[in-house]
C-alpha cells in the first residue's frame, strides 16, 4: 500500500492543495520574516510556494504529492508522516499543518500581516514598504480620475529603498501586483489606462 517513492520521478505538483493555482515560489526569509512568533517552529527547510488566489485559505504550501486516492484513500496524513516522506521529531507539531497528500502548509492566521491579494473585504494590503492598499487605489481613481501610487513607489524605492522580501507575502515586488489594479480602478472609473504601465513583466519590479 505505501508504495509513494520520493524519486525525481513522483507526482510532485506545485499546485496549491486547496485551490489548484500554480504557486509562486517564495523564500523561507519571507515566511521567516511573515509568519507568526509561536508557529515560527513549522517552518522548515522545504521550498515553499505562495498562493495568490482569492478566496483560498493557504498562503504558503511545499510541494506536494498529485492526488492518488489508490494509494492514499484510508490513510492519514500522519502516518504518511511517518511511513514515507519525512522523518520527523517533531512530527506531531507538523501533523497540524500537513495536508491528506503530504503538502506542509501556511493558512492565512499563521501569518500577522493580512494577504490583500487574497482577501474580498477592507483592508487590502497590496504595497507593504509604503503601506499602500487597494481601497485607496480605487478611492483615489474615484476622486481624481488618477492614481499616483505606482509613482509614489517607485520614487520612493529609488530614495528608501525597499524590503519586498520581508514584508511583502509574496516575498517580492508588488509592483506587478499593483499595476493590475491600478488600471482596473482607472477603467472602472472610465479613465484611460496608461499601456506603458499595464504590464506585469519582471521590468517592472524594483530590483536592479
Ligand atoms: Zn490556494
Known amino acids: 500500500m505505501n508504495t509513494i517513492k520520493t524519486g525525481p520521478d513522483n507526482n510532485r505538483t506545485a499546485q496549491c492543495p486547496s485551490c489548484g493555482r500554480e504557486g509562486k515560489a517564495v523564500n523561507t526569509t519571507t515566511l521567516h520574516s ?16 505562495f498562493c495568490g488566489s ?27 508522516i511517518n511511513q514515507n516522506l519525512l522523518t520527523l521529531a517533531n512530527a506531531d507539531i507538523w501533523s497540524e499543518s500537513l495536508t491528506r497528500d503530504g503538502s ?18 477592507p483592508p487590502r494590503p497590496i504595497c507593504y514598504c509604503f503601506n499602500h492598499s487597494v481601497e485607496e487605489i480605487f478611492d483615489e481613481a474615484r476622486r481624481t480620475g488618477k ?8 520614487s520612493r524605492i529609488k530614495s528608501d529603498g525597499c524590503s519586498c522580501e520581508v514584508k511583502n507575502p509574496q516575498g517580492s515586488c ?3 501586483t499593483v499595476k493590475p489594479f491600478v488600471n482596473e480602478a482607472l477603467r472602472q472609473f472610465g479613465k484611460e489606462v496608461d499601456e506603458t504601465v499595464a504590464g506585469t513583466g519582471h521590468k517592472d519590479c524594483c530590483r536592479p
Request: aromatic share 10%.
Open 34 to 49: 511573515l509568519v507568526r512568533a509561536d508557529r515560527q517552529d513549522r517552518i522548515t527547510d522545504s521550498k515553499y510556494l
Open 54 to 80: 482569492q478566496g483560498c485559505d493557504i498562503v504558503y504550501f511545499t510541494m506536494h504529492f498529485a492526488e492518488r486516492s489508490d494509494l492514499w484513500s484510508g490513510i492519514k496524513a500522519r502516518n504518511v
Open 104 to 121: 506542509h502548509v501556511f493558512y492565512k492566521e499563521d501569518l500577522t500581516v493580512r494577504v490583500g491579494i487574497k482577501e474580498e473585504s
Open 174 to 176: 508588488c509592483l506587478g
Open 147 to 154: 492614481s499616483t501610487v505606482i509613482d509614489d513607489i517607485k
